[in-house]
Nanobody
Framework: QVQLVEFGGGLVQAGGSLRLSCSASGRIFSIYTMGWFRQAPGKEREFVAD????????SYADSVKGRFTISRDNAKNTVDLQMNSLKLEDTGVYYCASPASGGYYTRMAMDYWGKGTLVTVSS
């Protein structure tokens, strides 16, 4: 059974930084794309970033490009999201996700989801 658990959410001031981490278990981690999504209060869940199985390809939503960095450590079965220059509109629940199938293309459909970690950016 695939399990994804997010860590690292919290309260941060605008302009600050936060690093999220997702720990995966239940299958071979290193052959699957991983992604981060977020859901702001009252809004639909949206794509933030994803990374190919080997970390060689990354993709970002325009709203976070240049501020967020996704990375993975296949030896530790973790995927991280470094968030810098945080803005009020980055507030939301951040989810780690992964598809059931291998391969990579950006914004591919995700089948497995963590429960999320809350990020609150204050002024």
């Amino acid at each position: 059974q695939v399990q994804l658990v997010e860590f690292g959410g919290g309260l941060v001031q605008a302009g600050g930084s936060l690093r999220l981490s997702c720990s995966a278990s239940g299958r071979i981690f290193s052959i699957y794309t991983m992604g981060w999504f977020r859901q702001a209060p009252g809004k639909e869940r949206e794509f933030v970033a994803d990374i190919s199985w080997d970390g060689s390809i990354t993709s970002y939503a325009d709203s976070v490009k240049g501020r967020f960095t996704i990375s993975r450590d296949n030896a530790k079965n973790t995927v991280d999201l470094q968030m810098n220059s945080l803005k009020l509109e980055d507030t939301g629940v951040y989810y780690c996700a992964s598809p059931a199938s291998g391969g990579y293309y950006t914004r591919m459909a995700m089948d497995y989801w963590g429960k999320g970690t809350l990020v609150t950016v204050s002024s």
